[in-house]
Nanobody
Framework: QVQLVESGGGLVESGGSLRLSCEAS????????MGWYRQVPGRQRELVAA??????ANYADYAKGRFRISRDDLKTVILRMNSLKSEDTAVYYC??????????????WGQGTQVTVSS
């Protein structure tokens, strides 16, 4: 089992930046890829970005050039978001457990952290 705890998020003005962090605990052998998804009420959860321990990454098209994901170590993933837009407003969830970078949907989820971008 893996537990994920997110930090960061909050309220920022359009054009601003935020940093999200997620730390895993539990069975390090089950962590695999780590990444971020986001969800807006009434819509499906969608991938933001995911990263392997070797720093290979997969980004959603809307995140390319504005967001950067990094894997500080086996248990920590950071998402740096720049040039934020109002449409980036969502609950952001940390995810882990997948081994497929093309479809990085693992079974472990954090509790979510709200990101609100004011226009």
């Amino acid at each position: 089992q893996v537990q994920l705890v997110e930090s960061g998020g909050g309220l920022v003005e359009s054009g601003g930046s935020l940093r999200l962090s997620c730390e895993a605990s539990g069975s390090i052998f089950d962590i695999g890829l780590m990444g971020w998804y986001r969800q807006v009420p009434g819509r499906q959860r969608e991938l933001v970005a995911a990263v392997s321990i070797t720093s290979a990454a997969n980004y959603a098209d809307y995140a390319k050039g504005r967001f950067r994901i990094s894997r500080d170590d086996l248990k920590t993933v950071i998402l740096r978001m720049n040039s934020l837009k109002s449409e980036d407003t969502a609950v952001y969830y940390c995810n882990a457990g997948s081994t497929d970078l093309e479809i990085p949907l693992g079974v472990y989820w954090g509790q979510g952290t709200q990101v609100t971008v004011s226009s």
